[in-house]
């Protein structure tokens, strides 16, 4: 009998803390908060606010509208970043380089930070770290590191769809890169921090409609499809094996057509 009333005291004790704390909570009125999720929501054929102003690493107000006047790769980053996004911009320095060279005239590249503490001295460290890392292989008037303020930075990720949150004096936040049409269009998405020149080339000529790029860019383009599920472009073996065939068996027929007819007008 005494063990059952001290186990029902024990029982007693622990429902009163629950509903003490249940009471301080509901008296606080304060939900715990939650980080936001993060993530990409693709919003392809979207387009950018043109009337967005940032500050490059001169320390120039530009419109961003102004900027995005060709195809445009546009890669959220942070310059204080000592992880995934020095990776990222260090994958588009190993690249670019390796593209056409019609095509690297013919494109922007613009990082912009979306931590708005940071400054055009921090975003022109950062220029001159991947003008050394380019070597010379890639036009650096046509790459621009942008900061902004809190609401401009707000405006560009909400559009992209781009959905991150500060740890501390971090972030956590995707690794991607949106491809932008002259218009500003969002056409492509590139995840990760490697890119294939193949990858930047077929969506950059995606986002010009295919008018930028050589002869063999362009059969490149019809070769290659774009994969959602692999976040890359794939070699479409089925379109080009139609092609093959189709043309193989036009082939023959014009061999049979044309030959028989040759044996026809011998004597």
């Not at 509901?26 to 908060?33: L, S, W």
């Amino acid at each position: 009998m005494l063990i059952l009333t001290m186990l029902g005291l024990r029982c007693l004790i622990v429902v009163c803390l629950l509903l003490s704390g249940l009471s301080a909570g509901a008296d606080d009125g304060v939900a715990p908060k939650m980080p936001p999720k993060v993530g990409l929501d693709e919003k392809l054929g979207d387009r950018i606010p043109a009337d967005l102003e940032f500050t490059d690493e001169l320390g120039r107000k530009v419109r961003l509208g102004d900027l995005v006047d060709r195809p445009t790769l546009l890669a959220p980053v942070y310059f204080r970043c000592s992880n995934v996004c020095n990776v990222l911009q260090s994958g588009l320095a190993q690249t670019l380089p390796r593209l056409n060279e019609d095509l690297k005239s013919r494109i922007r590249v613009i990082s912009f930070s979306f931590d708005p503490t940071e400054t055009p001295a921090l975003a022109r460290g950062s220029k001159k770290i991947y003008r050394a890392a380019v070597k010379g292989g890639f036009p650096m008037d046509n790459w621009s590191f942008l900061t902004g303020s809190r609401e401009a930075i707000a405006r560009l990720t909400d559009a992209i769809g781009y959905r991150y949150y500060q740890d501390g004096a971090e972030f956590v936040h995707p690794v991607a890169v949106a491809v932008l049409s002259a218009d500003g269009r969002i056409v492509r998405y590139l995840e990760g921090t490697r890119f294939l020149p193949t990858d930047l080339t077929l969506s950059l000529m995606e986002a010009s409609d295919g008018r930028l790029g050589s002869t063999i860019s362009r059969l490149a383009s019809f070769c290659y499809s774009y994969d959602p599920e692999q976040r890359g472009y794939v070699f479409n073996i089925l379109r080009v094996t139609g092609i093959v065939v189709t043309l193989s068996a036009v082939g023959l027929f014009a061999v049979l057509v044309f030959g028989g007819r040759k044996r026809r007008r011998k004597p």
